[in-house]
């Protein structure tokens, strides 16, 4: 929320130059975060591919290595005289003396064929005799007492097979780690029969390479587990014997998967029970694309920094049009109002601005002045009002005088024309007050009429059609009066025969009432009627309380919408329509 106050704060250029230096960041952002994890992803799947290939490689090895050994635990077995040495009932004398001589020197030749050979043993699966052969003494191979743990530390080979196989250092004083096949000697009449065991020890040339770390690469680990879990070879020997933690991840002959911050790629060797596992810290994976994604930030960065800054004397230059239109404001907010803009060197959008802006100026000094103007034409008003009833107070006074003269003398005619005139004055001055009840303005011009009467004989009839629930609608005084005397002078007097009738009448309309003031006059032409409803707007100061005026004191009081309005009527005269408000202002209104 002040977030936004403060934006709002902020002018048009301030906006526009945020907005578009946060879409900018935003944009640079997302492209970096992009560009990084297009980087990672791509040396992750790059990582992976070397993995998998380094893996199948070394599996499909170490799997022919394996079949190899396997091919050699089986023409071992089957050798007649292992077979006859194994399948012999007696442990002592010289006919086992000469068959364990004959499997010694089988084995002999055996060893001198494989160099990587520890040794061999052929043992009877009954009795404790067996014939053992070693570039190493029996004692030096501690093969009595290592036998019985690496044996039940050895697992299947493969699945469902009876051959096993153990990687330890559980043989050797010097604790050196080798590959041990343990294979039963089948009976070659029986497959069922076994009748001893085959035991081969052998330097592994994949153990050696792990134990060496020599394939590794990216820092990364290569690991020998067996399908319990349990790491069998690793250059990191502490590991050896325990069990993995993602063991159960492994799934299928090969794969890969993450685990807290290591990519692990894993690789079956053939249909053994063993997995080469390549473990990659994931640091080190992204590691060697370091150097080139902060270059690539870095450009970014430095390309977003200029365009902001392209961006900003952009927005400068796009604004300053802008710019001279609210500073011309601030100095018109200040009463500098003949201020202008110039046009030159703007764009099209601005030029319309700053044209609209001259020209709204330009109608606002046309407005001051007819503000003017009116405040003169009211000043005018009041005046002649201030007169109005300066004049008639000496004459009401002065008629009144001659009133009651008439009546002391008995000329009843002088008295009642007097008495008319004093009581036409006596609503003139109404106390001072510019707006009264209906009623008295109705007063005020039948004190007229009976004047107008006396002098003409009997010129004019009123019809009055006004009911009493109208006498309390307020009307400017003096409203009827000029409406009636243009009625009877340029309308009943110009007829032949000189008289006539006025019909006063009135009617609502919504809130507001419509009081019409109709004649039997001569009449006007349609063109002249028009040219009175069009010239009644404009203010004269030369008709003083003629038609116009009355119109121009009803808008000044009751507002524009209100007035009067010409027609023709039936009668062959003139109506005049006078809209008034149904609630209109108090009779101490000082409007004018």
């Not at 109005?388 to 009546?407: E, G, M």
Request: hydrophobic share 40%; with cysteine.
């Amino acid at each position: 929320m002040k977030l936004n106050n403060r934006i709002n704060d902020w002018n048009l250029k301030g906006k526009i130059s945020f907005f578009l230096t946060l879409t900018i960041l935003v944009t640079s952002i997302i492209i970096m975060a992009i560009s990084t994890v297009s980087s990672m992803n791509y040396m992750t799947k790059q990582s992976r591919e070397m993995a998998e290939t380094q893996l199948d490689t070394l599996a499909s090895n170490y799997a022919d290595t394996l079949k190899q050994y396997q091919e050699l635990a089986v023409a071992l077995v089957i050798e007649d005289s292992v077979q006859k040495n194994c399948r012999s009932a007696d442990d002592t004398g010289a006919e086992y003396d000469a068959g364990a001589s004959r499997v010694y020197n089988y084995l002999l030749n055996m060893i001198n064929v494989r160099s990587n050979m520890n040794f061999v043993v052929v043992g009877k699966e009954h009795g404790k005799r067996y014939v053992y052969k070693g570039n190493s003494s029996i004692v030096d191979a501690r093969f009595d007492s290592a036998y019985p743990e690496d044996y039940e530390e050895s697992i299947p080979a493969k699945p469902g097979n009876a051959v096993r196989m153990s990687f330890g250092n559980h043989y050797f004083k010097d604790g050196k780690y080798t590959l041990t096949l343990y294979h039963p000697v089948y009976s070659t009449s029986s497959i069922n029969d076994i009748k001893g065991m085959l035991v081969l020890n052998l330097n592994d040339s994949l153990v050696d390479k792990l134990y060496g770390n020599g394939t590794q690469s990216l820092n990364s680990e290569l690991l020998l587990v067996d399908c319990e879990g349990k790491i069998v070879s690793v250059s990191d020997r502490e590991r050896i014997g325990k069990l993995t933690s993602y063991m159960r991840e492994i799934k299928g002959s090969k794969g890969s998967f993450r685990k807290a911050g290591v990519l692990i790629n894993y690789q079956r060797v053939g249909d053994w029970n063993y997995y080469l596992v390549n473990e990659i810290p994931v640091f080190e994976l992204y590691r060697g694309s370091i150097g080139a994604v902060c270059m690539m930030l870095l450009v970014i960065f430095g390309m977003t920094m200029c365009s902001i800054v392209v961006l900003r004397r952009m927005m400068t230059a796009f604004y300053e049009p802008v710019n001279r239109v609210v500073m011309a404001m601030d100095d018109v907010a200040d009463g500098k109002i003949e201020k202008r803009i110039a046009v030159e060197n703007m764009d099209v959008d601005s030029r319309k601005i700053a044209e609209g802006f001259n020209s709204m100026m330009n109608r606002i000094d046309l407005l001051l002045e007819q503000v003017k103007l009116e405040q003169h034409q009211m000043e005018q008003i009041r005046f002649h009002a201030l007169q109005s009833q300066i004049k008639p107070h000496f004459l009401y006074n002065t008629l009144d005088c001659i009133h009651w003269q008439a009546v002391s003398d008995g000329n009843k005619e002088i008295s009642v024309m007097v008495k008319a005139m004093a009581q036409y004055y006596r609503i003139c001055l109404s106390k001072g007050k510019e707006i009264i009840p209906l009623k008295l303005e109705m007063e005020h011009i039948r004190s007229y009429l009976i004047i107008q009467n006396m002098r003409y004989d009997n010129i004019v009839e009123l019809e009055d059609h006004i009911t009493e629930e109208y006498y309390d609608i307020m009307i400017p005084k003096m409203t009827l009066q000029p409406l009636i005397e243009n009625a009877i002078y340029h309308g009943i007097q110009a007829k032949e025969g000189g008289k006539g009738r006025i019909l006063l009448s009135i009617r609502r309309e919504g809130q507001n009432v419509c009081l019409s003031v109709c004649d039997s006059g001569t009449g006007m032409s349609h063109e002249k009627i028009e040219e009175m409803n069009r010239s009644v707007r404009h203010y004269d100061e030369s008709f003083g309380y003629g038609v116009r005026n009355v119109n121009r004191r009803i808008e000044l009081i009751f507002g524009k919408e209100y007035g009067l309005r010409f027609s023709g009527n039936e009668h062959g005269g003139v109506t005049v329509e006078i809209l008034l408000p149904s609630e209109g202002k108090s009779g101490d209104s000082e409007v004018i």
